[in-house]
C-alpha cells in the first residue's frame, strides 16, 4: 500500500472489489496490518512498493505509473486502477520557451527532477543532450533559483507549476496507479490474484460509470 | 630521493587506516555482488547439485563442460542482447573475452560445432557458475550457479513433455515436490497474431510490453488494433488468460488459423496430465520472455521463498543454426542458490552431520580412527587430552564426541544426549546412520 497521495482512493478501490480494509481505516502508526481473513497489509513509501513486491516480501502492490518508470521492477503490471491520475512533464519557466535556445548556444540542457532515469530517457529519445540535477523536493524551485534550465516532475492539476512560474512544455506519459504483483506470487497464488485483479477491474469500471 | 618521500607517504597513508576508513575496504570486501560460500551451505548446495545431476543422469542425459570464458563475438551470434549484462575482458591479442552469462548459448555451441555427426537426438546436462554483473539497487548475485539440460534433434510435443517432466522431476528430487510449472508457448502467441493479421509494428510494441510484464500496456495497443470485437478482446486478455486446456480451446475457436499450434500444446499437457503433472503445471500465456530467441514452449518454474523462478527454459530451435548445424532444441536451466533458498523455507533446521570427533584420533587412537573411516564414519581427530571436543562438535555441528575410556570408547550422541560405551564402535555407530 503507497502512503501519501495514492493511499486514501487505494483504500477505498480495495474496499470497493470487497477486500477486508477494515484494518487500514484504524490508522494509527503502526505500518503492518492484519485482517481477519490473514491478508497482510505492507503499508509504505510509494517509491518502496515496487521494491518489496519485487522481493516477494509483498505478493501484490498499488504504486503510480511513475514509479514503476523510474524504478523499472521486474514484476507483473496487472491492471490500471485510474485514480491518482496525473502527467509526467517537461516544464520550464513562462514566458518563450528557451529550451531551443539552450540546445543550440549551449548544446546541453540543464534539468533538475526526481526522476533521472524517467528524464533522461525522455531527452535520449527527443535527441537532446541533458545535464540532470537530482533533487529531493521542491522541484520547482529548480529554474527559478538558476539550478536548472526546466524541471521534470508530476502534476495533477497544475497548480503549483502556474504559482511559480512554470509552463508545461512536453508531455512525457500519462501516470495513474496501477496493480502490481510478483513474478512468483503470480504464478504460485494464480487463482487468488486473477479473482481479485477481476473484481478490481469491476470496481475500476464501476466508478467510471 | 623521490622514491623515499613517496615511500613515506605510502607507510603513513597505511598507518592510518582504520576499520571504517571508507577508500580502503575492509579486509573482507568482495566485488560487488560476490560472495563465499561457507560449509554448511556448500555442503546444501552440493546436496542440490547431486541430486539433480542423478536426475538427469535417470533419464540419459550426459553431462558436458564449457570452459567460463568465451569470446565475445561467438556468444552474440545467437543472442546480441544477452551480453549486455555480461564480465567483459581482453586477450592477450585485443580480443573482447566475456565471462559466460548463462550456460544455454555456450551448449549450444558446443552441441552444434562439437557433435555435428552425432545422429541425434542428443540429451546433455551441465552444471556450473555463469556470471553477471549485478544491477545496482538490486539483491542479486554475480555469480550463478545454474544446473540444466538440452534435448536437441527432437521436436514437437513428446520432446516438450519430456523437458518439463525431467525439470519437475529434477526439482522434486532436490525437495521442491510443491513447485509449480508456468508454460507459455510463443507459437501460439505469434499464431493469434499471424490469424489477426496484426502489422510488425504493433507486434512489436506489443512484444515491447510483454517482455517487460506490463500487461496494461499490452491490453491499450491490443485494443486500438482494428480488428473484429470477440478477436479484440481475446487478444486483449491473451497475456492474462492461465488455466490448462481449456485456455487453448478458447483461443483456437476464436482464431482458427492459431488451432494447429493450440493443439500441439493441448498434446503436450494430456502427456503431462498422464505422468501427473496436472496440479503442477499452469498454461499461462503471459509467459513470453525473449520473445526472439524462443520458438515455441516457454517454461518457469516457481518455488514458495524463492522471488524469482528457480527455473526457466523452452524451446529454441532457431539458435543452433546461428552455430552452423541446424536442430530444434528445447531445455532449462535451474538456479541452484534459488532451489536453495526455497528449500531452506520447507526444511526444519538441518540435522547434525554424521561424523565423530575423536580424542586422541591424532595419536593413541590413529588405527581406531583409520578403522571408523574405512567403514565411511567421518573422523575429526584431536590429540590425546584435547579439550576442545565438544566446543568444536558444538562449533561445526558434529554429532558424535567420543574418548578413550579403558579399551572402549565413550561416545556421546549429541542429537539427545546419550552416552554409549562400546568396544565395536564402527558397529553401533553405523547402526545409528
Request: hydrophobic share 45%; glycine share 10%; proline share 5%.
Amino acid at each position: 500500500m503507497p502512503l501519501g497521495a495514492l493511499y486514501q482512493d487505494a483504500i477505498a478501490l480495495l474496499g470497493a472489489a470487497g477486500v477486508d480494509v477494515a484494518p487500514l481505516q484504524a490508522g494509527g502508526r503502526k505500518l503492518v496490518f492484519e485482517a481477519d481473513d490473514a491478508t497482510v497489509f505492507i503499508t509504505t513509501r510509494p517509491s518502496d512498493v515496487p521494491t518489496y513486491v519485487e522481493a516477494g516480501a509483498a505478493d501484490i502492490g498499488i504504486v503510480g505509473r511513475d514509479v514503476i518508470n523510474e524504478r523499472r521492477p521486474d514484476v507483473y503490471e496487472l491492471l490500471d486502477l485510474r485514480f491518482g491520475e496525473c502527467r509526467m512533464v517537461y516544464a520550464t519557466a513562462a514566458g518563450e520557451d528557451p529550451t531551443p535556445e539552450i540546445i543550440a548556444r549551449l548544446g546541453v540542457l540543464r534539468v533538475a527532477t526526481k526522476y533521472p532515469q524517467i528524464a533522461e530517457a525522455h531527452f535520449l529519445a527527443t535527441g537532446r543532450q541533458v545535464e540532470l540535477v537530482k533533487v529531493n523536493g521542491s522541484v520547482e524551485l529548480g529554474p527559478l533559483v538558476g539550478l536548472a534550465d526546466g524541471i521534470v516532475d508530476l502534476v495533477a492539476t497544475g497548480t503549483t507549476l502556474r504559482e511559480n512560474g512554470l509552463v508545461e512544455r512536453e508531455q512525457i506519459f500519462h501516470s495513474s496507479a496501477r496493480l502490481i504483483a510478483n513474478r512468483v506470487s503470480h504464478k504460485l497464488r494464480a487463482e487468488d490474484i486473477d479473482a481479485l485483479t477481476a473484481r478490481l477491474a469491476q470496481a475500476v469500471a464501476a466508478e467510471a460509470v | 630521493m623521490s622514491g623515499s618521500t613517496s615511500g613515506c607517504a605510502h607507510s603513513a597513508r597505511k598507518s592510518s587506516v582504520s576499520p571504517t576508513d571508507p577508500i580502503q575496504p575492509a579486509a573482507g570486501a568482495l566485488p560487488s555482488g560476490a560472495r563465499d560460500v561457507l560449509p554448511v551451505e556448500a555442503a546444501e548446495l552440493r546436496e542440490v547439485e547431486d541430486d539433480l545431476r542423478a536426475t538427469f543422469a535417470r533419464y540419459g542425459y550426459r553431462e558436458v563442460r564449457t570452459p567460463v570464458v568465451e569470446f565475445a563475438h561467438q556468444l552474440e551470434r545467437a543472442d546480441s542482447g544477452g551480453l549486455d549484462r555480461a564480465y567483459r575482458l581482453f586477450d592477450e591479442a585485443g580480443r573482447v573475452l566475456v565471462l559466460r552469462p548463462d550456460m544455454t548459448i555456450p551448449v549450444a555451441r558446443l552441441i552444434a560445432t562439437r557433435l555435428p555427426e552425432h545422429p541425434g537426438p542428443i540429451r546433455v546436462s551441465y552444471t556450473g557458475p555463469s556470471f553477471r554483473v549485478p544491477q545496482p539497487g538490486k539483491p542479486v548475485a554475480s555469480e550463478h550457479r545454474q544446473a540444466g539440460a538440452e534435448l536437441v534433434g527432437a521436436h514437437g510435443p513428446e520432446a516438450d513433455a519430456e523437458a518439463v517432466l525431467l525439470l519437475w522431476d529434477a526439482l522434486r528430487s532436490a525437495g521442491l515436490g510443491h513447485a509449480r510449472i508456468g508454460l507459455g508457448d510463443v507459437s501460439v502467441t505469434d499464431a493469434v497474431l499471424d490469424g489477426l493479421g496484426v502489422s510488425a509494428d504493433a507486434r512489436t510494441r506489443l512484444a515491447r510490453a510483454a517482455e517487460s510484464r506490463d500487461l496494461v500496456e499490452w491490453r491499450t495497443e491490443a485494443s486500438a488494433l482494428e480488428i473484429g470485437g470477440p478477436e479484440r478482446d481475446l487478444l486483449a486478455g491473451l497475456p492474462a488468460m492461465r488455466g490448462h486446456a481449456e485456455v487453448l480451446d478458447e483461443i483456437a475457436e476464436t482464431v482458427p488459423a492459431a488451432a494447429p499450434a493450440c493443439e500441439r500444446m493441448v498434446r503436450l499437457l494430456e502427456l503431462l496430465d498422464q505422468e501427473g503433472l496436472h496440479d503442477a503445471v499452469l498454461v499461462d500465456l503471459g509467459i513470453l520472455r525473449d520473445w526472439q530467441y524462443y520458438s515455441g514452449l516457454v517454461i518457469e518454474a516457481y518455488a514458495d521463498g524463492a522471488a524469482l523462478p528457480v527455473a526457466q527454459g523452452g524451446r529454441y530451435d532457431g539458435l543452433a543454426a546461428r552455430f552452423g548445424t541446424s536442430r530444434s532444441a528445447v531445455g532449462f536451466t535451474i538456479e541452484l542458490e534459488f532451489v536453495h533458498r526455497a528449500l531452506a523455507g520447507v526444511r526444519t533446521r538441518r540435522p547434525l552431520d554424521f561424523g565423530l570427533v575423536l580424542v586422541g584420533g591424532l595419536d593413541a587412537l590413529q588405527a581406531q580412527a583409520a578403522d571408523l573411516r574405512a567403514g565411511g564414519i567421518p573422523v575429526i581427530a584431536l590429540a590425546t587430552g584435547d579439550l576442545r571436543a565438544e566446543a568444536l562438535a558444538a562449533a561445526e555441528g558434529w554429532r558424535f564426541v567420543g574418548q578413550p575410556e579403558g579399551s572402549a570408547l565413550r561416545i556421546v550422541d549429541r542429537a539427545d544426549g546419550a552416552v554409549l560405551v562400546s568396544t565395536t564402535a564402527l558397529e553401533d555407530l553405523s547402526s545409528l546412520r
